[in-house]
């Protein structure tokens, strides 16, 4: 089906409801676009994610997503390989905390409220250009029609393929949730840069829950786990604790991948735009998202140059973020214990911490720092 009123192509179909497609989705329609929203779970659905907003991603938010905030905190603690723990405290907070759920619920909203049309449980089977248009074929044999598809459906996802994305390194998340006792009225978020080359660990408390979870680079399953298993041991948390368990597979992209196939444009994950050092990626779907919706429509509405303005200012504005995370990954990976030492007790590392997470600053401007470049360049 088209919708319940026509037959008439879309001028937008958004596949993946996650905050870079339901952010995309709300923007196309804000510009006027006839948008359709698409996404194979039932919403509201359980995210594998730590939830974390840093200021790049607040000040983006709708009002319905801020109201889903459920704390704001001023700590972090640093630990390497589970040892003594290295916190940092500031008076102003510095980090925001979401429950993922609760969350892209809350952008789907926003969406629908500017007048997206919202279809969860379908399942894009399959696209095809169609005289410049895309035909969109769903698991249930349903056909679409759209002008501009904007493919926002996560890792591995069939408009990535369509496109051609390429991933440059893929991770395993494993995750738990577990509820938050009395005890556990901790004031910040906890990392512990791990035993194997390039994991970290976390726990990130919530209102009901703490979220605790590790990464680390696809391949190695069984030694993610154990990592899991003493990071919750560590904790002083039971396995019976957990509310829930669950993996994900984050990715970034290679410098060179695609973000658009003729009228077929990519955003946040299914771009492979996140930054690869801390892997936060909520502040990539966001501005990724908005200005594909708001591309999108322009070239709706006429504006045949919108849609090279948006892989012009992904390139100008996300891929140098992507490249200082991978740079700073590469260090980390080879010197951990170093890098706990720059970030947990120097000045300098401390505070550009605590301002990337403010969104004051970014990973690549610091690599504005002459010594910053040649001591990463000479280590990494």
Request: hydrophobic fraction near 40%; proline fraction near 4%; glycine fraction near 12%.
């Amino acid at each position: 089906m088209q919708d319940t009123e026509s037959d008439q192509p879309w001028d937008v179909v958004v596949v993946g409801a996650g905050p870079a497609g339901a952010t995309a989705a709300r923007h196309a329609a804000l510009g006027g676009a006839r948008v359709l929203l698409l996404d194979k779970a039932v919403f509201p659905r359980y995210k594998t994610c730590g939830g974390g907003i840093i200021g790049q991603s607040r000040r983006r938010l709708n009002d319905r997503a801020l109201a889903t905030i459920e704390a704001d905190l001023p700590e972090v603690g640093f630990s390497h390989r589970m040892g003594r723990v290295t916190r940092v405290r500031t008076e102003v907070p510095f980090v925001a905390m979401v429950d993922r759920e609760r969350f892209d619920q809350a952008n789907v909203d926003a969406a629908q409220e500017a007048g997206v049309v919202f279809r969860d449980g379908a399942n894009v089977r399959a696209l095809a250009d169609e005289d410049g248009r895309t035909r969109l074929t769903l698991s249930d044999g349903d056909e679409l029609v759209a002008r501009i598809v904007i493919g926002a459906d996560g890792s591995g996802g069939r408009v990535g393929r369509y496109v051609g994305a390429v991933m440059a390194v893929t991770d395993l998340g494993l995750e738990v949730e577990v509820p938050r006792r009395p005890e556990d009225a901790a004031t910040g978020v906890l990392l512990d840069w791990g035993p194997h080359p390039g994991t970290y660990a976390w726990v990130f408390p919530k209102a009901d829950t703490l979220t605790v979870g590790v990464i680390e680079q696809k391949g190695h399953a069984d030694q993610t786990r154990r990592y899991l298993d003493d990071w919750i041991k560590r904790l002083g948390l039971h396995p019976t604790d957990q509310d829930r368990s669950s993996g994900h597979l984050t990715q970034w992209r290679t410098g060179d991948s695609p973000l658009r196939r003729g009228t077929v444009l990519l955003a946040g994950e299914t771009a492979g735009l996140l930054e690869p050092w801390t892997r936060e990626g909520i502040s990539f779907a966001l501005r990724s998202g908005e200005w594909a919706g708001t591309a999108a429509a322009a070239h709706v509405a006429g504006d045949r140059a919108a849609l090279d303005r948006y892989e012009s200012q992904v390139r100008s504005e996300l891929v140098p973020e992507i490249d200082a995370g991978a740079q700073l990954l590469r260090v980390f990976t080879r010197f951990p214990a170093g890098f706990h030492f720059l970030i947990s007790k120097t000045p300098f590392g401390r505070g550009y911490f605590v301002r990337y997470c403010r969104g004051e600053t970014t990973l690549a401007r610091a690599f504005r720092h002459r010594w910053v470049r040649k001591v990463t360049g000479w280590l990494g």
